[in-house]
Nanobody
Framework: QVQVVESGGDSVQAGESLRLTCTAS??????????WGWFRQAPGNEREGISC????????WYTDSIKDRFTLSKDDAKNTLYLQMNNLKLEDTAMYYC???????????????????WGQGTQVTVSS
C-alpha cells in the first residue's frame, strides 16, 4: 500500500527558513518513473503546484511565487524529497503536500491524475 508522508512544517516568522521532507512507503520515487513535486493549499484557496523535479535527470521547475527562495532536491538513497524554503513570507502560509507532478507551459505545475495517495500534508505558518 502506498503511503506518502510530509513533515517539517512549523510556525515561523517572516524571513526565516524551513525544510520540508517527503517520504514514501510502498513505492520508490525513482522507480515510479514520474516527476515529483510540492503542492500547497492555503485556507480558502485551491491547491497549487509550486515545484517539480524529474527523478532521473533532476530538472526542476518553480512557480514565480517561490522562485529564488525555495529549492527542491531529492535523495535517491533515502527515497526522500526535500523543499528548502528560505525567506518565508506571510503568503507562504499553507498546508504543503508532495505528489507526482507534470509541468505545462508557464510553468504551471499540476498533479498527475489520477493520484489517490495524497498524504496528510505538513502545515507551514508564517507570521510577521
Amino acid at each position: 500500500q502506498v503511503q506518502v508522508v510530509e513533515s517539517g512544517g512549523d510556525s515561523v516568522q517572516a524571513g526565516e527558513s524551513l525544510r520540508l521532507t517527503c517520504t514514501a512507503s510502498g513505492l520508490t520515487f525513482k522507480q515510479s518513473g514520474m516527476a515529483w513535486g510540492w503542492f500547497r493549499q492555503a485556507p480558502g484557496n485551491e491547491r497549487e503546484g509550486i515545484s517539480c523535479i524529474t527523478w532521473s535527470g533532476g530538472r526542476t521547475w518553480y512557480t514565480d511565487s517561490i522562485k529564488d527562495r525555495f529549492t527542491l532536491s531529492k535523495d535517491d538513497a533515502k527515497n526522500t524529497l526535500y523543499l528548502q524554503m528560505n525567506n518565508l513570507k506571510l503568503e507562504d502560509t499553507a498546508m504543503y503536500y508532495c505528489a507526482p507532478c507534470t509541468v505545462v507551459s508557464g510553468p504551471t505545475i499540476l498533479p498527475v491524475r489520477p493520484w489517490k495517495y495524497w498524504g496528510q500534508g505538513t502545515q507551514v505558518t508564517v507570521s510577521s
